[in-house]
């Protein structure tokens, strides 16, 4: 299938306000005021990644991705609207965020998605899933497609 770069229905990059004084900086990356009322994050996480690592490509089938990009570090984000009911069906979104360009990126259900850090330095990234992790006790299935490790995939890096 051959993706096209456009908007991605239900997929919201907000913008963050680094606030910056002596002391160093304080970004706020969610206000659940400014969320769809669908949308309660419910756990968080935050990863680092190596310089030139991908995580992903891979998508969910009940979980929304709230991930915030604030640096260190830069990252190219991919997201591909693989959802045969979408009115955004085949496009492809990517987007140069972290240090310098800092944002929340709001994943819904079914669209595939992964990150790249594209910086030099070990890059840092905070989620805040609306799903937990393996359900309540960690006792269910984890809600993931994977996609990075097929050789045909059309979702790369």
């Given at each position: ?43 968080s996480y935050v990863s680092f990644t190596r310089p030139g690592i991908a995580?992903g490509p891979h998508e969910h089938v009940h979980q929304t991705d709230i ?78 497609i994977r996609h990075e490790d097929k050789k045909d995939s059309p979702f790369?890096?």
């Open positions: 299938m051959q993706f096209k770069k456009g908007e991605i229905d239900g997929v919201l990059v907000k913008p963050l306000k680094k606030n910056v004084d002596e002391r160093g900086f304080l970004i706020e990356t969610f206000r659940i005021d400014e969320f769809a009322d669908n949308i309660k994050p419910v756990m995580r991930f915030s990009f604030i640096g260190p570090g830069t990252f190219l984000v991919k997201l591909w609207d693989n959802r045969k009911n979408s009115k955004t069906f085949g496009h492809l979104m990517e987007i140069k965020t972290g240090h310098e360009n800092a944002c929340t990126i709001i994943i819904p259900p079914g669209v595939i998605h992964g990150y790249k850090n594209i910086s030099k330095e070990d890059g840092m990234v905070l989620n805040f899933p609306d799903k937990l992790y393996r359900g309540p006790g960690k006792n269910e299935e984890v809600d993931e790369t890096f």
